[in-house]
């Protein structure tokens, strides 16, 4: 979760955190940024080869990888959920999702979530206002973003400028989510089903507000699984990083990297 330490200590640190945690059943949604071999050195960038044996791990852990659309039902209480169901997300709609992510994804035969930020659609990375969440080598067009659909994927909101809502007012909030379903709805031609917080920023009202606009349902950072009865608008997630070994990857399917990151998060808020 943080870039001071070292892969090495981090993942020994990790295994400490982990004695005597016990993460409970539920869907476990996986966090993506980037998929790329030109930034090694950026946490959110997990190479194509080390994205392609990650998706080989899954496959081979007999885990079941559904669309995340598809688990709400059973998070609801409506149907039974599976015993160690994944779910894949993407956050920022980075154009490497397209161009190296796809082909992995098609070549298991993985659903996935694509989570984007409709103002920054088709713009390069350089331009200084989404320099905060788009760093890199540019987004997805609206091109793209259509052909994920039609493939298969899911289309979420991620807002229209990546702005933290819960640092804005109830109406520039609103503004942000409603104006990103609408958008999506525009270009893709229909109405997204799914919301991600940008930076994980949310609070009581923020989700009210997403909720409104008709999101049914959304992902936070909060790490861990989701069981059955959670609320589908403050979905738990695993970040998945480019310092991740597979051996790490498959640690994090089993909730290894939980308490650890619950830590990171709590160290990070006391220090803001």
């Not at 999702?97 to 103002?119: D, I, K, Q, S």
């Not at 969440?133 to 067009?141: A, F, N, Q, T, Y």
């Not at 520039?172 to 104006?179: I, L, P, S, T, V």
């Amino acid at each position: 979760m943080t870039r001071a330490l070292a892969p090495g200590l981090r993942r020994v640190l990790a295994r400490v955190a982990a004695l005597g945690w016990k993460p409970g059943p539920g869907l476990r949604v996986l966090t993506y940024h980037r998929v790329n071999d030109v930034h090694p050195h950026d946490r959110l960038s997990v190479s194509t080869r080390a994205f392609a044996a990650q998706m080989e791990a899954l496959g081979e852990s007999g885990r079941p990888v559904v669309a995340l659309a598809d688990a709400l039902g059973a998070l609801r209480g409506d149907a039974a959920l599976p015993a160690g169901v994944v779910a894949l997300t993407f956050d920022d709609g980075y154009a490497d999702n397209h161009a190296e992510a796809l082909p992995v994804l098609e070549r298991f035969g993985f659903p996935a979530v694509f989570f984007v930020v409709t103002g920054a659609m088709g713009t390069a990375s350089t331009i200084e206002r989404y320099a905060h969440c788009c760093s890199g080598d540019g987004m997805l067009d609206w091109r793209q973003v259509r052909d994920l659909r039609a493939r298969g994927h899911a289309i979420g909101g991620h807002g229209r400028t990546h702005r933290e809502l819960a640092a804005l007012d109830p109406d520039e909030a609103r503004r942000e989510a409603n104006g990103c379903a609408s958008d999506i709805e525009e270009r893709v031609g229909e109405r997204p089903r799914l919301f991600c917080y940008p930076r994980g920023s949310v609070n009581a009202a923020v989700r009210r507000i997403v909720g409104d606009c008709g999101f049914e349902a959304a992902c936070t950072v909060r790490p861990g699984p989701n069981a059955a009865g959670a609320d589908v608008l403050a979905l738990r997630r695993t970040e998945v990083s480019g310092d991740d070994t597979v051996e790490d990857f498959r640690f994090k399917l089993e909730g290894g990297f939980d308490a650890w990151h619950a830590l990171m998060q709590r160290v990070r808020r006391t220090a803001s």
